[in-house]
């Protein structure tokens, strides 16, 4: 996938261990599950996606141990 094209990343809190979504660029994302706040910068990507439904659809397959 192209750069211009990753438009989302999906990583794991540092905290809990779920997986979230943020769009690239972003510097800051506050887990929804446990409110931890993650500096994207030092987090790994596991993904990207150039939509929001794309990156759902792969935080489904990672969950579901098929990435």
Known sequence: MALSQRKYGVFRCRACGKLNLAKTGQKLKTCPY???RNKLSRRIFLAYASTPEEALKTVRRLKAGKA
């Open 34 to 36: 446990c409110g931890a």
